[in-house]
């Protein structure tokens, strides 16, 4: 097995593509060609995601409410994140695969968050995790950069911090806030981040934010001038059954296509028209008459 980036035919009839690496999402930024991000929690979306070119996948903590039908992604373990992101590996053959470490892993101490970061590449295949907060983690940063785990850091509206926040609500619009996550920004990449996601803030801010980095940023809520942008595919597809954030545009409506398909089949289930016989196995008609009585009956007495 080769450990250079030459990508690998792992599942021998798909196409053998370069791999995406953080080289590449620097090289894009540097050539002013934006990121594509989209989060996945299942192989076959990761696979569909993944077969689309997109170029990172985020198993994100979203996966709590999307997935899970929790009210905040508070509640995800560090098991149920593991699990989604072995499953979502499976899937991807291109895309650079970040596991986002859920509440709890990395806020008791940075030792236990180096252990729990390890065990997403150990166990679960990923290339990288995903923290949030901002000056605060760059100890943590710096102490997986020596572990040579590569770090996205998530700025700006972080789920995670919902009570803090006191709600979801736009970060950094004053000055005073503005200036700080711009600090916490160039602070995290001289601690040796990777990437930066930036998720609801003003436009200006992250364009400032984005143009002071030579990592790259990608936005989510927070306009079109970060290097990159990602969104949760349930939003993407209409199923996350909730009204959408101003910054979701949808591109397909997966509830409709989804609901036709299950009313459809339990139509045809109640009227018997499925399965039909094109839809069933058949035996041949010398078995099917043996099956039957009298045939049966007289088998059964010459056994006794
Ligand atoms: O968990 C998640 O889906 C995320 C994205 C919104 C960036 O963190």
Known sequence: MSITNFGSASSGVRAVTPKVTFQTLQEKKQAGRPITALTAYDYATARLVDESGVDLILVGDSLAMVVMGHESTLPVTMDEMLHHTRAVRRAVNRAL????????SYHVSVTEGVA???RFLKEAGA???????????????????EAEIPIVCHLGLTPQAVHRMGGYKVQGKTLAAAEELARDARMLEAAGASTIVLEGMPRELAAI???QLHIPTIGI???????????VFHDLVNLSFSRPAKFVRQYADAAALFRN???GYVHDVEERSFPDESESYHLSKEVT????????????????
């Open 97 to 104: 695969v970040v596991a986002d470490m859920p509440y709890g």
């Open 127 to 145: 290339a990288a995790v995903k923290i949030e907060g901002g000056a605060s983690r760059c100890e943590l940063v710096e102490r997986l950069t």
């Open 261 to 263: 398909a299950i009313e």
């Open 209 to 211: 934010i984005t143009s």
């Open 289 to 304: 008459d043996a099956l039957k009585p009298p045939a049966a009956k007289a088998r059964l007495l010459a056994k006794t």
């Open 221 to 231: 809520g927070a306009g079109p001038d970060c290097d990159g942008q990602i969104l």
């Open 116 to 118: 729990n970061a390890a």
